[in-house]
Protein backbone atom coordinates (compact mmCIF):
# COMPACT_ATOMS: atom_id res chain seq x y z
CA UNK A 1 0.00 0.00 0.00
CA UNK A 2 2.97 2.55 0.88
CA UNK A 3 4.30 1.81 -2.58
CA UNK A 4 1.50 2.72 -4.41
CA UNK A 5 1.04 5.94 -2.83
CA UNK A 6 4.42 6.49 -3.45
CA UNK A 7 4.23 5.93 -7.03
CA UNK A 8 0.81 7.39 -7.97
CA UNK A 9 0.75 9.90 -10.31
CA UNK A 10 0.46 13.53 -8.87
CA UNK A 11 -0.59 16.91 -9.65
CA UNK A 12 1.94 19.00 -10.33
CA UNK A 13 1.44 22.45 -8.64
CA UNK A 14 2.13 24.40 -11.47
CA UNK A 15 0.41 22.43 -14.40
CA UNK A 16 -2.60 20.01 -14.77
CA UNK A 17 -0.88 17.85 -16.69
CA UNK A 18 -0.12 14.23 -14.36
CA UNK A 19 3.60 13.48 -14.45
CA UNK A 20 5.04 10.26 -12.54
CA UNK A 21 6.69 10.63 -9.34
CA UNK A 22 10.42 10.53 -10.27
CA UNK A 23 11.72 11.47 -6.68
CA UNK A 24 10.65 10.10 -3.81
CA UNK A 25 11.23 10.30 0.05
CA UNK A 26 13.01 7.24 2.32
CA UNK A 27 10.35 7.09 5.65
CA UNK A 28 13.17 5.64 7.21
CA UNK A 29 16.28 8.48 6.60
CA UNK A 30 13.94 11.31 4.60
CA UNK A 31 16.58 11.43 1.77
CA UNK A 32 15.00 12.69 -1.30
CA UNK A 33 15.51 9.52 -3.77
CA UNK A 34 15.53 9.20 -7.61
CA UNK A 35 13.01 6.84 -8.54
CA UNK A 36 15.71 5.12 -11.03
CA UNK A 37 18.36 4.84 -8.66
CA UNK A 38 15.95 3.50 -5.86
CA UNK A 39 14.87 0.49 -8.78
CA UNK A 40 19.02 0.09 -10.40
CA UNK A 41 19.08 -1.05 -6.10
CA UNK A 42 17.24 -3.45 -5.65
CA UNK A 43 14.47 -1.04 -4.28
CA UNK A 44 17.03 -0.43 -1.25
CA UNK A 45 17.17 3.45 -0.22
CA UNK A 46 21.40 4.37 -1.61
CA UNK A 47 21.37 6.43 1.82
CA UNK A 48 20.48 4.14 4.80
CA UNK A 49 19.54 0.69 3.69
CA UNK A 50 15.86 0.99 4.19
CA UNK A 51 14.05 -2.19 2.35
CA UNK A 52 11.05 -0.78 -0.05
CA UNK A 53 8.71 -3.47 -0.73
CA UNK A 54 9.73 -5.21 -4.06
CA UNK A 55 7.35 -6.25 -6.65
CA UNK A 56 6.76 -10.29 -7.67
CA UNK A 57 8.32 -10.20 -10.99
CA UNK A 58 11.26 -8.15 -10.00
CA UNK A 59 11.61 -10.52 -7.24
CA UNK A 60 11.83 -13.73 -8.93
CA UNK A 61 13.96 -11.77 -11.75
CA UNK A 62 15.99 -10.92 -8.02
CA UNK A 63 16.37 -14.98 -7.02
CA UNK A 64 15.72 -17.19 -10.87
CA UNK A 65 18.97 -18.22 -12.55
CA UNK A 66 18.93 -15.88 -15.93
CA UNK A 67 16.57 -17.12 -18.32
CA UNK A 68 15.56 -20.36 -16.00
CA UNK A 69 12.18 -19.14 -15.10
CA UNK A 70 8.98 -20.66 -16.27
CA UNK A 71 5.61 -19.59 -14.66
CA UNK A 72 3.36 -22.31 -13.54
CA UNK A 73 1.19 -19.88 -11.56
CA UNK A 74 -1.73 -18.13 -13.16
CA UNK A 75 -4.28 -20.77 -13.94
CA UNK A 76 -6.30 -20.83 -10.44
CA UNK A 77 -9.16 -17.89 -10.59
CA UNK A 78 -10.94 -17.13 -6.96
CA UNK A 79 -13.83 -17.48 -7.06
CA UNK A 80 -16.67 -16.20 -4.09
CA UNK A 81 -17.67 -19.14 -2.31
CA UNK A 82 -19.52 -16.78 0.59
CA UNK A 83 -20.79 -14.36 -1.65
CA UNK A 84 -18.77 -11.66 0.70
CA UNK A 85 -19.66 -8.12 0.75
CA UNK A 86 -18.41 -5.22 3.53
CA UNK A 87 -17.99 -2.27 2.00
CA UNK A 88 -17.95 -3.27 -1.34
CA UNK A 89 -18.26 -7.15 -2.80
CA UNK A 90 -15.59 -9.38 -2.90
CA UNK A 91 -16.19 -9.87 -6.35
CA UNK A 92 -15.51 -6.42 -7.11
CA UNK A 93 -12.09 -6.02 -5.23
CA UNK A 94 -10.87 -8.96 -6.31
CA UNK A 95 -11.54 -7.30 -10.33
CA UNK A 96 -10.03 -4.76 -9.14
CA UNK A 97 -6.37 -6.15 -8.04
CA UNK A 98 -6.39 -8.59 -11.09
CA UNK A 99 -6.89 -5.46 -13.05
CA UNK A 100 -4.65 -3.41 -11.07
CA UNK A 101 -1.68 -6.53 -11.24
CA UNK A 102 -2.69 -8.50 -14.17
CA UNK A 103 -2.72 -11.54 -12.44
CA UNK A 104 -6.08 -13.23 -10.77
CA UNK A 105 -4.66 -13.60 -7.23
CA UNK A 106 -1.95 -12.53 -4.62
CA UNK A 107 0.48 -15.26 -5.69
CA UNK A 108 3.35 -15.42 -8.58
CA UNK A 109 6.11 -18.02 -9.65
CA UNK A 110 7.00 -21.04 -11.22
CA UNK A 111 10.27 -23.65 -11.91
CA UNK A 112 13.99 -22.45 -12.14
CA UNK A 113 17.02 -22.91 -10.92
CA UNK A 114 18.96 -20.91 -8.44
CA UNK A 115 22.61 -21.33 -8.32
CA UNK A 116 21.96 -23.76 -10.93
CA UNK A 117 20.01 -26.22 -8.11
CA UNK A 118 16.51 -26.91 -9.88
CA UNK A 119 14.06 -24.77 -7.72
CA UNK A 120 10.01 -23.38 -7.81
CA UNK A 121 9.80 -20.28 -6.43
CA UNK A 122 6.48 -18.89 -5.39
CA UNK A 123 6.29 -15.03 -4.49
CA UNK A 124 3.10 -13.64 -2.31
CA UNK A 125 2.27 -10.43 -4.35
CA UNK A 126 1.45 -7.46 -1.39
CA UNK A 127 0.10 -5.38 -4.11
CA UNK A 128 -3.01 -8.02 -4.37
CA UNK A 129 -5.28 -7.64 -1.08
CA UNK A 130 -2.26 -7.02 0.73
CA UNK A 131 -0.81 -10.12 -0.18
CA UNK A 132 -4.01 -12.36 1.63
CA UNK A 133 -3.92 -16.09 1.40
CA UNK A 134 -7.29 -16.88 0.41
CA UNK A 135 -8.02 -20.16 -1.48
CA UNK A 136 -6.10 -19.57 -4.59
CA UNK A 137 -3.22 -18.72 -2.95
CA UNK A 138 -3.62 -22.21 -0.65
CA UNK A 139 -3.98 -23.74 -3.53
CA UNK A 140 -0.77 -22.39 -5.44
CA UNK A 141 1.57 -22.94 -2.72
CA UNK A 142 0.28 -26.79 -2.26
CA UNK A 143 0.27 -27.33 -5.58
CA UNK A 144 3.75 -25.68 -5.70
CA UNK A 145 5.28 -28.09 -2.84
CA UNK A 146 3.53 -31.17 -4.01
CA UNK A 147 5.31 -29.98 -8.11
CA UNK A 148 8.76 -29.80 -6.41
CA UNK A 149 8.36 -33.05 -5.07
CA UNK A 150 7.54 -34.20 -7.74
CA UNK A 151 10.28 -33.12 -9.81
CA UNK A 152 13.06 -33.40 -6.89
CA UNK A 153 12.98 -29.29 -7.14
CA UNK A 154 13.83 -27.05 -3.94
CA UNK A 155 10.66 -24.98 -2.53
CA UNK A 156 11.75 -21.33 -2.18
CA UNK A 157 8.83 -19.32 -1.05
CA UNK A 158 9.13 -15.35 -0.93
CA UNK A 159 6.28 -14.29 1.84
CA UNK A 160 4.38 -11.00 2.19
CA UNK A 161 1.05 -10.91 3.39
CA UNK A 162 -0.94 -9.62 6.00
CA UNK A 163 -2.44 -13.27 6.61
CA UNK A 164 -5.44 -15.11 5.96
CA UNK A 165 -8.04 -13.49 3.51
CA UNK A 166 -11.05 -12.33 5.95
CA UNK A 167 -13.41 -12.62 2.55
CA UNK A 168 -13.23 -16.59 2.41
CA UNK A 169 -13.21 -16.75 5.95
CA UNK A 170 -13.23 -20.52 6.93
CA UNK A 171 -12.26 -21.45 3.76
CA UNK A 172 -8.82 -18.97 4.27
CA UNK A 173 -8.40 -20.81 7.42
CA UNK A 174 -8.46 -24.33 6.27
CA UNK A 175 -5.75 -23.13 3.97
CA UNK A 176 -3.26 -22.79 6.58
CA UNK A 177 -3.77 -26.54 7.38
CA UNK A 178 -4.13 -27.42 3.68
CA UNK A 179 -0.60 -25.51 2.83
CA UNK A 180 1.45 -26.91 5.51
CA UNK A 181 0.60 -30.29 4.80
CA UNK A 182 1.13 -30.35 1.41
CA UNK A 183 5.35 -29.74 2.76
CA UNK A 184 5.34 -33.14 4.10
CA UNK A 185 5.46 -34.15 0.60
CA UNK A 186 9.15 -32.35 0.62
CA UNK A 187 9.85 -34.23 3.45
CA UNK A 188 9.41 -37.28 2.56
CA UNK A 189 11.89 -36.80 -0.51
CA UNK A 190 14.75 -35.08 1.64
CA UNK A 191 14.05 -31.86 -0.53
CA UNK A 192 14.89 -28.46 1.20
CA UNK A 193 12.33 -25.86 1.69
CA UNK A 194 13.46 -22.28 2.23
CA UNK A 195 11.35 -19.46 3.48
CA UNK A 196 12.07 -15.84 2.68
CA UNK A 197 10.05 -13.50 5.02
CA UNK A 198 9.65 -9.69 3.50
CA UNK A 199 7.57 -6.19 4.93
CA UNK A 200 5.52 -7.42 6.04
CA UNK A 201 4.46 -11.07 7.27
CA UNK A 202 1.91 -11.55 9.88
CA UNK A 203 -1.07 -13.70 10.75
CA UNK A 204 -1.74 -16.81 9.15
CA UNK A 205 0.81 -16.75 6.58
CA UNK A 206 3.55 -16.76 9.58
CA UNK A 207 1.36 -19.19 11.70
CA UNK A 208 1.41 -21.91 8.51
CA UNK A 209 3.78 -22.96 5.98
CA UNK A 210 5.92 -19.42 6.22
CA UNK A 211 7.62 -20.17 9.01
CA UNK A 212 7.72 -24.31 8.81
CA UNK A 213 10.54 -23.83 6.43
CA UNK A 214 14.01 -25.68 6.33
CA UNK A 215 15.99 -22.15 6.84
CA UNK A 216 13.87 -19.37 7.31
CA UNK A 217 15.70 -15.78 5.91
CA UNK A 218 14.23 -12.17 6.49
CA UNK A 219 14.68 -9.26 4.79
CA UNK A 220 16.33 -6.56 7.46
CA UNK A 221 14.30 -4.67 9.43
CA UNK A 222 10.90 -6.26 7.84
CA UNK A 223 7.29 -6.60 9.93
CA UNK A 224 7.31 -10.08 11.02
CA UNK A 225 4.39 -11.38 13.83
CA UNK A 226 1.06 -13.25 14.47
CA UNK A 227 -0.76 -10.38 15.53
CA UNK A 228 -0.65 -6.82 13.51
CA UNK A 229 1.30 -4.10 16.41
CA UNK A 230 -1.98 -2.47 16.54
CA UNK A 231 -4.19 -5.20 18.13
CA UNK A 232 -1.34 -6.07 20.20
CA UNK A 233 -0.96 -2.33 20.78
CA UNK A 234 -4.58 -2.54 22.05
CA UNK A 235 -4.75 -5.76 23.71
CA UNK A 236 -1.78 -4.74 26.25
CA UNK A 237 -2.48 -1.15 26.31
CA UNK A 238 1.24 -0.06 26.22
CA UNK A 239 3.45 1.19 24.05
CA UNK A 240 5.60 -2.17 21.79
CA UNK A 241 9.33 -1.95 22.82
CA UNK A 242 11.75 -0.67 20.15
CA UNK A 243 11.74 -2.64 17.21
CA UNK A 244 9.68 -5.22 18.21
CA UNK A 245 8.57 -7.83 15.53
CA UNK A 246 11.38 -6.66 13.56
CA UNK A 247 13.51 -9.46 11.77
CA UNK A 248 16.55 -8.27 13.88
CA UNK A 249 14.54 -8.63 17.14
CA UNK A 250 13.38 -12.26 16.13
CA UNK A 251 16.49 -13.26 14.96
CA UNK A 252 17.40 -12.18 18.68
CA UNK A 253 14.69 -14.41 19.95
CA UNK A 254 16.01 -17.53 18.10
CA UNK A 255 13.07 -17.17 15.30
CA UNK A 256 14.96 -16.83 11.96
CA UNK A 257 18.23 -18.12 10.71
CA UNK A 258 19.93 -14.70 9.29
CA UNK A 259 18.25 -11.84 7.90
CA UNK A 260 19.90 -10.70 4.42
CA UNK A 261 20.31 -7.71 2.74
CA UNK A 262 18.65 -7.65 -0.66
CA UNK A 263 21.77 -7.44 -2.26
CA UNK A 264 22.88 -10.43 -0.78
CA UNK A 265 19.61 -12.63 -1.15
CA UNK A 266 19.98 -14.44 -4.06
CA UNK A 267 23.78 -15.53 -3.11
CA UNK A 268 23.15 -16.58 0.20
CA UNK A 269 20.02 -18.60 -1.18
CA UNK A 270 22.17 -20.07 -3.78
CA UNK A 271 24.70 -21.10 -0.77
CA UNK A 272 22.29 -22.97 1.37
CA UNK A 273 20.13 -24.57 -2.01
CA UNK A 274 23.58 -25.98 -2.99
CA UNK A 275 24.33 -27.32 0.46
CA UNK A 276 20.64 -28.72 1.11
CA UNK A 277 19.46 -29.97 -2.41
CA UNK A 278 20.87 -33.29 -3.20
CA UNK A 279 22.11 -32.28 -6.78
CA UNK A 280 24.01 -28.82 -4.66
CA UNK A 281 27.27 -30.54 -5.11
CA UNK A 282 26.75 -31.13 -8.62
CA UNK A 283 25.37 -27.86 -9.16
CA UNK A 284 28.65 -26.05 -6.89
CA UNK A 285 31.20 -28.43 -9.71
CA UNK A 286 28.96 -26.50 -12.94
CA UNK B 1 -26.34 -13.29 33.10
CA UNK B 2 -29.20 -13.92 30.31
CA UNK B 3 -28.72 -12.75 26.54
CA UNK B 4 -30.93 -10.93 24.75
CA UNK B 5 -33.39 -12.90 22.88
CA UNK B 6 -33.43 -15.49 26.23
CA UNK B 7 -35.14 -13.12 28.31
CA UNK B 8 -38.68 -13.84 27.07
CA UNK B 9 -38.18 -17.43 27.73
CA UNK B 10 -36.82 -17.32 30.78
CA UNK B 11 -39.18 -14.92 32.54
CA UNK B 12 -42.29 -17.63 31.05
CA UNK B 13 -40.00 -20.16 32.81
CA UNK B 14 -40.12 -18.25 35.96
CA UNK B 15 -43.77 -17.55 36.05
CA UNK B 16 -44.15 -21.05 35.69
CA UNK B 17 -41.98 -21.45 38.77
CA UNK B 18 -43.82 -19.34 40.45
CA UNK B 19 -47.11 -20.87 39.68
CA UNK B 20 -45.90 -24.25 40.71
CA UNK B 21 -44.85 -22.59 44.32
CA UNK B 22 -48.09 -20.57 44.96
CA UNK B 23 -50.21 -23.95 43.84
CA UNK B 24 -48.39 -25.68 46.24
CA UNK B 25 -48.39 -23.43 48.93
CA UNK B 26 -51.97 -22.74 48.47
CA UNK B 27 -53.21 -26.10 48.05
CA UNK B 28 -55.14 -25.29 44.40
CA UNK B 29 -55.04 -26.65 41.86
CA UNK B 30 -53.39 -24.96 38.78
CA UNK B 31 -52.58 -27.85 36.84
CA UNK B 32 -54.38 -26.95 33.45
CA UNK B 33 -52.96 -22.76 33.73
CA UNK B 34 -49.41 -23.98 34.24
CA UNK B 35 -49.84 -27.04 31.56
CA UNK B 36 -50.85 -23.96 28.96
CA UNK B 37 -47.95 -22.16 29.88
CA UNK B 38 -46.02 -25.02 29.51
CA UNK B 39 -46.94 -25.58 26.11
CA UNK B 40 -46.18 -21.50 25.13
CA UNK B 41 -42.59 -22.31 26.78
CA UNK B 42 -41.98 -24.87 24.28
CA UNK B 43 -43.13 -23.37 21.29
CA UNK B 44 -41.61 -19.85 22.15
CA UNK B 45 -38.00 -21.99 22.93
CA UNK B 46 -38.93 -23.71 19.63
CA UNK B 47 -39.52 -20.61 17.23
CA UNK B 48 -36.36 -18.15 18.93
CA UNK B 49 -34.03 -21.00 18.42
CA UNK B 50 -35.51 -21.70 14.67
CA UNK B 51 -34.88 -18.72 13.76
CA UNK B 52 -31.61 -17.61 15.60
CA UNK B 53 -29.32 -15.19 13.26
CA UNK B 54 -26.12 -15.82 13.12
CA UNK B 55 -24.62 -12.85 16.07
CA UNK B 56 -27.06 -14.66 18.57
CA UNK B 57 -25.17 -18.18 17.80
CA UNK B 58 -21.95 -16.36 18.51
CA UNK B 59 -23.51 -14.65 21.86
CA UNK B 60 -24.25 -18.27 22.79
CA UNK B 61 -20.67 -20.02 21.80
CA UNK B 62 -19.93 -17.34 24.32
CA UNK B 63 -22.30 -18.13 27.22
CA UNK B 64 -21.14 -19.25 30.31
CA UNK B 65 -22.30 -22.18 31.21
CA UNK B 66 -21.25 -24.00 28.47
CA UNK B 67 -19.80 -26.85 28.83
CA UNK B 68 -16.17 -26.96 29.44
CA UNK B 69 -12.86 -29.32 28.63
CA UNK B 70 -12.71 -29.67 32.09
CA UNK B 71 -16.22 -30.73 32.01
CA UNK B 72 -16.22 -32.84 29.34
CA UNK B 73 -13.18 -34.76 30.85
CA UNK B 74 -15.00 -35.35 33.91
CA UNK B 75 -18.22 -36.15 32.32
CA UNK B 76 -18.02 -37.69 28.92
CA UNK B 77 -14.49 -39.25 29.44
CA UNK B 78 -13.72 -42.00 32.82
CA UNK B 79 -10.27 -41.58 34.88
CA UNK B 80 -9.18 -38.25 33.37
CA UNK B 81 -5.83 -37.71 34.75
CA UNK B 82 -4.31 -34.11 33.58
CA UNK B 83 -0.90 -33.25 32.98
CA UNK B 84 0.67 -30.85 32.76
CA UNK B 85 3.48 -28.31 31.36
CA UNK B 86 5.57 -27.65 27.97
CA UNK B 87 8.51 -29.10 29.62
CA UNK B 88 10.21 -25.78 28.11
CA UNK B 89 8.78 -22.74 29.57
CA UNK B 90 5.58 -23.25 31.58
CA UNK B 91 2.28 -24.27 31.91
CA UNK B 92 -0.26 -23.03 30.38
CA UNK B 93 -3.64 -23.12 32.28
CA UNK B 94 -5.73 -21.74 28.78
CA UNK B 95 -4.92 -24.83 27.79
CA UNK B 96 -5.58 -28.29 29.35
CA UNK B 97 -4.97 -32.15 28.48
CA UNK B 98 -4.00 -35.72 29.52
CA UNK B 99 -5.41 -39.49 29.42
CA UNK B 100 -8.45 -40.64 30.11
CA UNK B 101 -10.36 -43.28 28.95
CA UNK B 102 -13.31 -43.46 26.72
CA UNK B 103 -15.30 -46.76 25.95
CA UNK B 104 -13.12 -49.05 27.52
CA UNK B 105 -10.05 -47.37 25.30
CA UNK B 106 -7.42 -45.26 26.68
CA UNK B 107 -7.19 -41.70 24.81
CA UNK B 108 -5.81 -38.61 25.23
CA UNK B 109 -7.51 -35.40 25.55
CA UNK B 110 -6.59 -31.72 24.96
CA UNK B 111 -8.23 -28.57 24.71
CA UNK B 112 -8.82 -24.85 25.16
CA UNK B 113 -10.49 -24.30 29.00
CA UNK B 114 -12.02 -20.95 29.46
CA UNK B 115 -12.70 -19.98 33.25
CA UNK B 116 -16.77 -20.10 34.46
CA UNK B 117 -16.12 -16.59 36.78
CA UNK B 118 -14.22 -13.33 36.15
CA UNK B 119 -11.01 -14.88 38.44
CA UNK B 120 -11.01 -17.95 36.82
CA UNK B 121 -11.21 -16.32 33.43
CA UNK B 122 -8.48 -14.22 34.01
CA UNK B 123 -6.73 -16.97 35.11
CA UNK B 124 -7.08 -19.09 32.12
CA UNK B 125 -6.58 -16.04 30.42
CA UNK B 126 -10.08 -16.30 28.87
CA UNK B 127 -9.23 -19.65 27.06
CA UNK B 128 -6.34 -17.59 25.17
CA UNK B 129 -3.42 -19.54 24.53
CA UNK B 130 0.34 -18.64 24.44
CA UNK B 131 3.23 -20.64 22.61
CA UNK B 132 3.83 -22.94 25.91
CA UNK B 133 -0.01 -23.67 25.50
CA UNK B 134 0.66 -24.78 22.04
CA UNK B 135 3.63 -26.75 23.06
CA UNK B 136 1.47 -28.68 26.03
CA UNK B 137 -1.00 -29.64 22.91
CA UNK B 138 2.42 -30.73 21.10
CA UNK B 139 3.68 -32.95 24.01
CA UNK B 140 0.54 -34.84 24.12
CA UNK B 141 -0.01 -35.42 20.21
CA UNK B 142 3.21 -37.33 20.85
CA UNK B 143 2.07 -39.35 23.61
CA UNK B 144 -0.99 -40.49 21.78
CA UNK B 145 1.57 -41.46 18.56
CA UNK B 146 3.83 -43.14 21.31
CA UNK B 147 1.18 -45.42 22.24
CA UNK B 148 -1.38 -45.50 19.67
CA UNK B 149 -4.09 -43.96 21.01
CA UNK B 150 -6.99 -41.71 19.49
CA UNK B 151 -6.77 -37.91 20.37
CA UNK B 152 -9.81 -35.99 20.48
CA UNK B 153 -9.27 -32.15 20.83
CA UNK B 154 -11.87 -29.67 22.15
CA UNK B 155 -11.68 -26.18 20.80
CA UNK B 156 -12.63 -23.38 22.53
CA UNK B 157 -10.51 -19.90 22.55
CA UNK B 158 -11.68 -16.30 20.66
CA UNK B 159 -7.80 -16.86 19.41
CA UNK B 160 -3.85 -17.41 20.63
CA UNK B 161 -3.19 -14.33 23.04
CA UNK B 162 -1.89 -11.41 21.12
CA UNK B 163 0.43 -9.96 23.44
CA UNK B 164 4.27 -9.09 23.33
CA UNK B 165 5.86 -12.04 25.24
CA UNK B 166 3.94 -14.43 22.78
CA UNK B 167 5.12 -12.75 19.98
CA UNK B 168 8.63 -12.78 21.62
CA UNK B 169 8.29 -16.79 22.26
CA UNK B 170 7.13 -17.40 18.57
CA UNK B 171 3.62 -17.78 18.71
CA UNK B 172 3.08 -17.98 15.22
CA UNK B 173 5.66 -20.27 14.85
CA UNK B 174 4.05 -22.72 17.46
CA UNK B 175 1.18 -22.89 15.99
CA UNK B 176 2.33 -23.88 12.59
CA UNK B 177 4.21 -26.52 14.19
CA UNK B 178 0.66 -27.62 16.69
CA UNK B 179 -0.84 -27.46 12.93
CA UNK B 180 1.84 -29.67 11.22
CA UNK B 181 2.61 -32.01 14.10
CA UNK B 182 -1.23 -32.79 14.38
CA UNK B 183 -1.25 -33.24 10.62
CA UNK B 184 1.32 -35.87 11.09
CA UNK B 185 -1.04 -38.16 13.74
CA UNK B 186 -0.63 -41.61 13.08
CA UNK B 187 -3.80 -42.39 15.19
CA UNK B 188 -7.41 -41.68 14.63
CA UNK B 189 -7.66 -37.75 15.60
CA UNK B 190 -10.99 -36.32 16.15
CA UNK B 191 -11.49 -32.41 17.06
CA UNK B 192 -14.86 -30.92 18.29
CA UNK B 193 -15.32 -27.15 18.54
CA UNK B 194 -17.18 -26.51 21.28
CA UNK B 195 -17.72 -22.83 21.19
CA UNK B 196 -15.64 -20.23 19.66
CA UNK B 197 -12.99 -21.02 16.80
CA UNK B 198 -11.17 -18.38 16.40
CA UNK B 199 -8.63 -18.52 13.92
CA UNK B 200 -5.40 -20.19 13.89
CA UNK B 201 -5.77 -20.25 17.70
CA UNK B 202 -8.79 -22.88 17.29
CA UNK B 203 -6.84 -24.64 14.01
CA UNK B 204 -3.65 -25.64 15.54
CA UNK B 205 -5.93 -28.50 17.70
CA UNK B 206 -8.41 -28.70 14.76
CA UNK B 207 -6.82 -30.82 12.08
CA UNK B 208 -9.18 -34.16 12.85
CA UNK B 209 -9.86 -36.62 10.42
CA UNK B 210 -13.33 -35.73 11.93
CA UNK B 211 -14.10 -32.12 13.10
CA UNK B 212 -17.23 -32.24 14.84
CA UNK B 213 -19.08 -28.60 15.97
CA UNK B 214 -21.62 -28.12 18.11
CA UNK B 215 -24.75 -26.69 17.00
CA UNK B 216 -24.33 -23.20 18.33
CA UNK B 217 -20.69 -22.59 17.88
CA UNK B 218 -18.40 -20.34 15.54
CA UNK B 219 -15.47 -21.42 13.67
CA UNK B 220 -14.06 -18.90 11.55
CA UNK B 221 -10.79 -17.37 9.83
CA UNK B 222 -11.55 -13.55 12.49
CA UNK B 223 -14.25 -13.57 14.94
CA UNK B 224 -17.01 -11.35 14.00
CA UNK B 225 -15.86 -8.36 15.90
CA UNK B 226 -12.08 -8.37 14.77
CA UNK B 227 -13.60 -8.24 10.89
CA UNK B 228 -16.00 -5.73 11.27
CA UNK B 229 -13.41 -3.43 13.06
CA UNK B 230 -11.19 -3.84 10.02
CA UNK B 231 -13.54 -4.04 7.07
CA UNK B 232 -16.36 -1.81 8.51
CA UNK B 233 -13.83 0.22 10.42
CA UNK B 234 -16.54 -0.34 13.36
CA UNK B 235 -16.60 -2.78 15.77
CA UNK B 236 -20.07 -2.57 16.50
CA UNK B 237 -20.62 -3.67 12.70
CA UNK B 238 -20.06 -7.23 14.18
CA UNK B 239 -23.81 -8.52 13.33
CA UNK B 240 -23.14 -7.83 9.07
CA UNK B 241 -19.55 -9.15 10.12
CA UNK B 242 -21.35 -12.12 11.56
CA UNK B 243 -23.47 -12.76 8.55
CA UNK B 244 -20.95 -12.30 5.68
CA UNK B 245 -17.90 -14.45 7.51
CA UNK B 246 -20.87 -17.43 7.48
CA UNK B 247 -19.17 -18.90 10.67
CA UNK B 248 -22.13 -21.11 12.10
CA UNK B 249 -22.26 -24.96 12.24
CA UNK B 250 -25.08 -25.16 9.32
CA UNK B 251 -22.87 -22.80 7.35
CA UNK B 252 -19.57 -24.46 8.17
CA UNK B 253 -21.26 -28.14 7.01
CA UNK B 254 -22.40 -26.63 3.96
CA UNK B 255 -19.07 -25.46 3.03
CA UNK B 256 -17.48 -28.55 3.90
CA UNK B 257 -15.22 -27.25 6.70
CA UNK B 258 -16.34 -29.36 9.28
CA UNK B 259 -18.11 -33.48 8.76
CA UNK B 260 -20.46 -33.05 11.61
CA UNK B 261 -23.10 -30.74 13.88
CA UNK B 262 -23.57 -31.61 16.91
CA UNK B 263 -27.40 -30.67 17.78
CA UNK B 264 -27.69 -28.93 20.92
CA UNK B 265 -30.47 -29.31 23.48
CA UNK B 266 -33.32 -26.89 23.39
CA UNK B 267 -32.39 -23.67 24.92
CA UNK B 268 -28.69 -24.56 24.20
CA UNK B 269 -25.81 -26.14 25.52
CA UNK B 270 -25.35 -23.82 28.48
CA UNK B 271 -28.71 -24.51 29.53
CA UNK B 272 -28.22 -28.37 29.59
CA UNK B 273 -24.88 -29.06 29.68
CA UNK B 274 -25.41 -32.75 30.65
CA UNK B 275 -27.68 -33.25 27.65
CA UNK B 276 -25.22 -31.50 25.01
CA UNK B 277 -22.41 -33.60 26.48
CA UNK B 278 -24.50 -36.59 25.96
CA UNK B 279 -25.23 -36.25 22.55
CA UNK B 280 -21.27 -34.95 21.97
CA UNK B 281 -20.14 -38.58 24.04
CA UNK B 282 -22.72 -40.16 21.41
CA UNK B 283 -21.58 -38.23 17.75
CA UNK B 284 -17.68 -38.98 19.73
CA UNK B 285 -18.14 -42.88 20.11
CA UNK B 286 -19.52 -43.10 16.47
CA UNK B 287 -16.24 -41.35 14.98
CA UNK B 288 -13.64 -42.91 16.62
CA UNK B 289 -15.21 -46.48 15.78
CA UNK B 290 -15.20 -45.41 12.40
CA UNK B 291 -11.78 -43.93 12.35
CA UNK B 292 -10.47 -47.07 14.10
CA UNK B 293 -10.97 -49.35 11.23
CA UNK B 294 -8.28 -47.45 9.40
CA UNK B 295 -4.08 -47.79 9.37
CA UNK B 296 -2.19 -45.43 10.36
CA UNK B 297 -1.14 -45.08 6.70
CA UNK B 298 -4.67 -44.41 5.67
CA UNK B 299 -5.52 -42.30 8.84
CA UNK B 300 -2.73 -39.72 7.42
CA UNK B 301 -3.90 -40.11 4.04
CA UNK B 302 -7.57 -39.49 4.95
CA UNK B 303 -6.80 -36.16 6.90
CA UNK B 304 -4.31 -34.99 3.99
CA UNK B 305 -7.41 -35.16 1.30
CA UNK B 306 -9.48 -34.10 3.92
CA UNK B 307 -7.76 -30.39 4.40
CA UNK B 308 -6.40 -30.91 0.95
CA UNK B 309 -9.46 -30.25 -0.91
CA UNK B 310 -10.56 -27.26 0.87
CA UNK B 311 -11.22 -23.84 -0.68
CA UNK B 312 -12.83 -22.83 -3.48
CA UNK B 313 -11.15 -22.06 -7.09
CA UNK B 314 -11.81 -22.14 -10.13
CA UNK B 315 -9.46 -23.63 -13.17
CA UNK B 316 -8.79 -20.80 -15.76
Given at each position: ??????????????????????????P?C?????K????A???????????????V??R?R????????E??T??????????F??TE??????????????R????????C??G??P??L????????????????????A??????????R?????????G?????????L?????T??????????????????????T??????????????????????????????????????P????????L??H????????????????????????????Q???? | ?????E????E???????L????????????D????????????????????S?????????A????????????????F?E??????????????????????????V?????????????H????M??PE????????????????????????????????????R??????????????????P???????????????????????L?????????????S?????????????????????????????????R???E???????H?E??????A?A??????E?????????LE?????F?????????
Amino acid sequence: MALDRLFRRRRTRGGGRDVPELWLKCPACEAQIYKKDLEANLMVCPECGHHFRMGVVERVRLLADEGSFEATTGHVQPEDPLRFRDTEPYTERLARYQQKTGRPDAIYGGTCTVGRVPALLLAMDYAFAGGSMGSVVGEEIARGAERAAGEGRALVIVAASGGARMQEAALSLMQMAKTTMALDRLWERRLPYVSILTDPTTGGVTASFATLADVILAEPGALIGFAGPRVIKQTIRQDLPEGFQRSEFLLQHGLLDRVVPRSELKATLARILRLLHPEGAQADGA
Amino acid sequence: MALEFEQPILELESRIRELREYAQEKGVDLSDEIALLEQKLERLQKETFANLSRWQRVQLARAPGRPTTLDIVQHVFEDFVELHGDRAFADDPAIVGGLARFHGRSVVVVGHQKGKTTKENIHRNFGMPHPEGYRKAMRMMDLADRFGFPFVSLVDTPGAYPGVSAEERGQAWVIAQSIQRMGRLRVPAVAVILGEGGSGGALAIAVGNRVLIMENAWYSVISPESCAAILWRDAAQAEQAADALKLTAHDLRELGVVDRVIPEPGGGAHRHPERAMQALAEALAEELAELERLTPEELLEDRYRRFRQMGAVREA
